[in-house]
Every structure is written in structure tokens, then in C-alpha cells.
């Protein structure tokens, strides 16, 4: 069973940066789909990005493209989502999740992990 532990949350400034990372237990093929999702209070998961293991792809929400960015080190079984200019609204629980494609269902991704705050605020 692969387990997910995200890290790097907290408290930043509007107009700061973070790095999440999400560590994997086990070797994820290089195949397999990461998905970074967020959830804000009283809203619904949302996806925020994901790399494609196919092809490398990338694909991120309107709402944070230009801002954030995911990369994968698989030799560390780590994948990063950097943030950068972050705005209040970013405020939420941070997920990571792998899975056989960039779905937008959070459900349907075979490793979840618990997630890590980020909360951005003066």
C-alpha cells in the first residue's frame, strides 16, 4: 500500500510563495498520474494541477495557471507544487493524489494523501 504525506503548508502573506512537496512511500511508476487538489472551507475539492506520467504533461486550474507550478523528482518518489503569488483566496487544504489519469474527481485517484494547510492571510 503506497502512502502520500504532503508537507511545506502554512502561513504566508498575500503576494508570498510556498513549496508543497508530497513524499510517497513506495515507487510510483513513472506512468501514473500526479494530481495536486485543494479544498477551501465550505467549497468543493477542487483539481489544481497534475502531471500526466505518459507524456509529462501539465495541466493546471485557470484559477492559479501563471502562479503555480508541479514538477516530479522521481528519484526522490517526490512530487512539488511551487506557489507563488499567493492571493487569499488560495486559503485551503492542499492534497496530493495518484492515479491512471488527470481526472478531475478526487475519488478516482488509487493514492490520496491527507492533506496540508495553507493559509494566506496579513
Known amino acids: 500500500q503506497v502512502q502520500l504525506v504532503e508537507s511545506g503548508g502554512g502561513l504566508v502573506q498575500p503576494g508570498g510563495s510556498l513549496r508543497l512537496s508530497c513524499t510517497t512511500s513506495?515507487?510510483?511508476?513513472?506512468?501514473?498520474?500526479i494530481g495536486w487538489f485543494r479544498q477551501a472551507p465550505g467549497k468543493e475539492r477542487e483539481r489544481v494541477s497534475c502531471i500526466t506520467g505518459v507524456d509529462g504533461g501539465f495541466s493546471y486550474a485557470d484559477s492559479v495557471k501563471g502562479r503555480f507550478t508541479t514538477s516530479r523528482d522521481n528519484a526522490k518518489n517526490t512530487v512539488y507544487l511551487q506557489m507563488n503569488s499567493l492571493k487569499p483566496e488560495d486559503t485551503a487544504v492542499y492534497y496530493c493524489a495518484v492515479g491512471g489519469s488527470c481526472y478531475s474527481n478526487f475519488d478516482w485517484y488509487v493514492y490520496r494523501g491527507q492533506g496540508t494547510q495553507v493559509t494566506v492571510s496579513s
Open positions: 513506495g515507487v510510483i511508476p513513472n506512468y501514473m498520474t
